[in-house]
């Protein structure tokens, strides 16, 4: 098989691969009342705090009008509030709010380790090569 084939048989099967962790995901996300995308901000602002709006679209790769929307439901949730950036008064910010904190921080363990047991059939080494390779496709994409 030349590289051309190995390359699309590679996608293809990154592809796959991305299909059943994304369904993986969102069904853990489901059973707590969570889309996959208000999850994805609930464990951004859980793992790394307060952040600008804009931050959280790029972090998470949605639209703008889907963040304002993903934001909208989880302030009706209680689960975040939004306030305007104290050194940027066009910007607005995105934080936790007490009841988000109490939940993310009840459901992120499990999540890690429903994360960690899709992982598991390969060794230390093989997960690090992977994530390395992952990041080298990642960078020739952007690239492009």
């Known amino acids: 098989m030349n590289r051309v084939e190995e390359s699309l048989k590679a996608f293809v099967g990154i592809k796959r691969t991305n299909d059943v962790l994304e369904k993986t995901v969102k069904k853990d996300a489901q ?3 969570l889309n996959i995308s ?3 901000v609930m464990e951004l ?3 790394k705090g307060e952040q600008p709006i804009n931050r959280i679209q790029e972090r998470i790769l949605i639209a703008n009008s889907s963040t304002t929307y993903i934001l909208d439901k989880l302030q009706q949730k209680g689960y975040i509030d939004r306030k305007r ?3 940027d ?3 607005m910010k995105a934080a936790l709010t ?3 904190y109490k939940l993310i921080e009840e459901i992120f363990p499990e999540h890690s380790e429903l994360l960690a047991s899709l992982f598991s059939d390969l060794s230390d080494e093989e997960l690090s090569a992977f994530r390395e390779t992952l990041k080298k496709i990642s960078a020739k ?3 492009k």
Request: no cysteine.
């Open 31 to 33: 059973q707590y009342g």
């Open 38 to 40: 208000e999850f994805a």
């Open 45 to 47: 602002l859980y793992n």
């Open 85 to 87: 950036d104290e050194n």
């Open 89 to 91: 008064k066009r910007s």
């Open 98 to 100: 007490e009841e988000g």
């Open 141 to 143: 994409a952007h690239s």
